[in-house]
């Protein structure tokens, strides 16, 4: 049974940072592409940032959040980061893990979700 769990959500400030975790079991981790998503209340859920499982791990990001949020992985541990820096009212969200066997698709969802954890970040 494939399980995304994600960490590391809370409050933050405007301007400041938070990092999120995702631990995945069940699935062969290094031959999936790994992604976030966010969902803001009373919005879509949106794409945020995804990386390949390629060796180097091609990255790509949501053009609200490129150059404040990096996206990690840690084939060895099963895990994938988002460290979010810079954060603005907006990012306040629900934020989901992601894993999917094609890169192109994760850009628009993936096979396996986590149950997400909240962001806010106040003013």
């Known amino acids: 049974q494939v399980q995304l769990v994600e960490s590391g959500g809370g409050l933050a400030q405007a301007g400041g940072s938070l990092r999120l975790s995702c631990t995945a079991s069940?699935?062969?981790?290094?031959?999936?592409?790994m992604g976030w998503f966010r969902q803001a209340p009373g919005k879509e859920r949106e794409f945020v940032a995804r990386?390949?499982?390629?060796?180097?791990?091609?990255?790509a990001y949501a053009d609200s959040v490129k150059g404040r949020f990096t996206i990690s992985r840690d084939n060895a541990k099963n895990m994938v980061y988002l460290q979010m820096n810079s954060l603005k009212p907006e990012d306040t969200a629900v934020y989901y893990c992601?894993?999917?066997?094609?890169?192109?698709?994760?850009?628009?969802?993936?096979?396996?979700w986590g149950q997400g954890t909240q962001v806010t970040v106040s003013y």
């Open positions: 992601v894993a999917d066997l094609s890169f192109d698709r994760i850009a628009v969802g993936g096979d396996y």
């Open positions: 990386i390949s499982w390629y060796r180097g791990g091609t990255t």
């Open positions: 069940g699935l062969t981790f290094g031959r999936y592409h």
